[in-house]
């Protein structure tokens, strides 16, 4: 209509051509401005253009393949299969398709599609998973919960607060671990009542785990009190997230229990003190290590002992070599050192480990090494190799 009126008003103004020519160029114009109005309008259903790529990297052949074996499938057994398969393909050009699966009559595909979205879904089947909490509660397991932290979604905060009070423990368990996902401060003060849980160790123990994760002050005294817990698998949770927190208010308590406590959950509490502690708690912690019955309890033991000697790292490395290496490199350390040394690691291989600390702790000005020697706990041979190298340098 436009076009018309503009050949309407310039007769007369100019030759046929080039009157043809400037409504070409106004008509060109006109289209590049109205373009602007259209960055206004927003489709909520869109993609971004970035998801989109996305989408379409994701895409192979094994994923495609799955997406035809869904579509065609009635058996759910096969379906199942193929969302797992879309899921293992990391198919995100899915995710619409397995949002609507959340529905699904069989249990086993919504559960399937659930652990997929996982995976691959993003706002889309976080708005489906919260609506699917909030409007059919009785469709909610384990899996959709978990697929709700793994969204990473805010605002799957205020559904995941709620089943902390489902009647289902495995619910309010996965609620609590996808809180901790979240990373959500707005859950603090729920996590903390369900960490309170008298009657379900294992909430309490996945909402510590969730504050350990959140990382705030407020949490520090129920953490605290939960060293003392009945269940030892708590108790561990809570000494992990006093050592992570560098939360100095349980030392005490962690210095108590280290004098009574004989099981291998210890190793938590000894490991924590390291960390909150002073380096006159290094004894206790020797000795401690010497009262565990595995090598893993042993040596997490010894790593507390090790951050109260500045050596942590050094020593993570080192218990993390497989044989062949740490036999070379300790070879490469005698070759370049003191005789001593050579001696000492002799011994060690004769299987007289506390003699072999001890000659290193008599030739070292090291008060570190003359503690682990007057210890001499078992698995720790190697924390006195990174002793005596610190005080040789």
Known sequence: MASGVWLEFSKGMFDEPTGYTVLFAVNSLLRVVSVLFLFGIVDPTSHSIRTFIKQVASVRPTGVLAMKKLSQ??????RQLAIQRIGEAGMTLAESEL????????????????VALSTVGGKEAAGALI???ESHPYLVEEEMVDALGASGDPAAADALIKLL??????????????LGRLG????????????????DA?????????????????CEEVLVKHLEDPYPSVRIAA??????????????TLRNLLQNEVDDSAAEFAYALGRVGNDEDAALILETANRMTTVTARRRCLLGAAVRFGVE??????????????????VQIARGGDPIFTTALTKFHQGQEAEAIRMLAERANSPALSALAKAAPRDGFLLAVVLWQTASQ
């Open 73 to 78: 499938s009635g058996e759910a057994a096969e």
């Open 99 to 114: 949002v609507k699966l959340l529905t699904d009559p069989s249990p086993r595909v919504r559960r399937e599609a659930a």
């Open 131 to 133: 609506d699917l909490v």
């Open 165 to 178: 009070e489902n009647p289902s423990s495995a619910l309010r368990r996965a609620s609590a671990r996808s």
């Open 184 to 199: 959500d401060e707005r859950a603090l003060e729920s996590l903390i009542a369900a960490a309170n849980h008298p009657g």
């Open 202 to 218: 294992e909430l309490r123990r996945a909402s510590i785990q969730a504050l350990r994760t959140i990382g705030n002050a407020m």
């Open 239 to 252: 000494a992990e997230a006093v050592a992570e927190l560098n939360l100095r208010g349980g030392t005490q």
């Open 313 to 330: 790292a050094e020593f993570y490395r080192l218990i993390l070599q497989d044989s062949m290496a740490l036999d070379k490199e300790l």
